[in-house]
């Protein structure tokens, strides 16, 4: 029994060495990053041949939406609100009057002033009857008609003071909340309510100083705000006459419509801006572009290696980015495994179609 335990104990010892050795040897193989001659492996790696396209070149932008027109309401004078004629949140009309201020003493003061205003006409009329039969001096006259001449701003200034008690809308649009109540007393200072004109909304929103060249007005562009799948249109009417030295960017400003209303001011729009369309361009999977300290690069397929190549860049979509300089058709584009390729490494290309 002992001899029968001692040969199935050295036959399981040498089956658990023949499956080490092959485990060992496998993994061994699987390593060794040199074929049977003592060279390199060659790296499997996938690339797109690059052909030439015409690239609808546009850029995706964050603008802010503003209302077309909007103004604080205030009161140029101060005194006792006696009527409102608006209701918070309605559409007013360019000229109407939203609210009135009493005006009791000042029409007082007027009548005041216009009875000056008379007796100092009544003077200058007189004056001027005695200087035709040189009984006064030239002097005399015009003193009394600068008297005349005062008594009358005197009135038209009570009269302009008059007329600002009743506030008017400077033209057309939303109003909103009202801070006042009838019998309030107000002052130049204190906030009324705002009034917006949102018929029409600006977009406003900047680009790379890059692109500055490309940017047009008169030029059509669409947009969407978060909450719905709408699509919107505006058109480029304004452009910043020089670009922001702190952000190197141009502002830009487009106009849209908005006679449903569905658009708010104080909204972020997403916008797409449309450039100048390239003809006969360049353009390659994202993937392919690696970020160096000096710019970008990619690797192309040059007789079997790998070939690091430098390249200028511009516009750049979800999928792919256009390529000014350092390619040209033709070129194997490598878009797979490129973050462990190194300049000269051997490589197996698998071409891919591009989408």
Do not use: C, W
Not at 121 to 135: I, S, V
Not at 182 to 194: E, H, N, Q, R
């Amino acid at each position: 029994m002992k001899i029968k335990h001692l040969v199935y104990t050295l036959l399981l010892i040498g089956i658990g060495s023949f499956i080490a050795y092959r485990v060992v040897a496998n993994k061994t193989k699987n390593e060794d990053p040199k074929d049977k001659d003592g060279k390199e492996k060659p790296m499997t790696v996938t690339g797109i041949v690059v052909k030439s396209q015409t690239f609808d070149n546009t850029l995706s932008l964050s603008g802010s939406i503003e209302a077309n027109e909007q103004v604080e309401i205030r009161s140029e004078i101060s005194g006792i609100v006696e009527g409102i004629y608006f209701q918070e949140g309605s559409t007013v009309a360019k000229g109407q009057v939203l609210f009135k201020v009493n005006d009791i003493e000042l029409k007082a003061q007027l009548i005041q002033a216009k009875t000056k205003e008379g007796l100092a006409g009544e003077n200058e009329r007189r004056a001027k009857l005695l200087l035709q039969k040189e009984a006064i001096s030239q002097e005399e006259y015009d003193v009394a008609r600068a008297d005349y001449k005062s008594a009358q701003a005197q009135s038209q200034l009570i009269n302009a003071q008059i007329y600002k008690t009743s506030v008017r809308a400077p033209f057309s649009g939303k109003i909103g909340l009202r801070a006042i109540s009838p019998g309030t007393y107000i002052t130049p200072s204190l906030l009324v309510a705002k009034l917006v004109n949102v018929n029409q909304l600006k977009i406003t929103f900047s680009i790379p100083e890059k692109y500055a060249s490309q940017v047009k007005t008169n030029v059509n562009l669409s947009f969407t705000v978060a909450g719905t799948t709408d699509t919107y249109t505006a058109k480029v009417y304004a452009i910043e006459p020089e670009v922001a030295v702190a952000t190197r960017t141009l502002q830009v400003r487009a106009i849209a419509q908005n006679s449903n209303g569905k658009l708010l001011p104080g909204t972020f729009a997403n916008v797409v801006l449309p450039l100048d369309i390239i003809k006969n361009a360049i353009v390659v999977p994202t993937e392919a572009i690696i970020p160096v300290q000096n710019g970008k690069k990619v690797f192309v397929a040059n007789n079997g290696m790998a070939k690091e190549i430098m390249v200028a860049t511009a516009t750049r979509t979800d999928a792919s980015i256009l390529v000014l300089s350092g390619l040209k058709v033709g070129d194997t584009v490598l878009t797979s495994g490129v973050m462990a390729l190194k300049n000269e490494t051997p490589i197996k290309v698998i071409l891919k179609t591009e989408k």
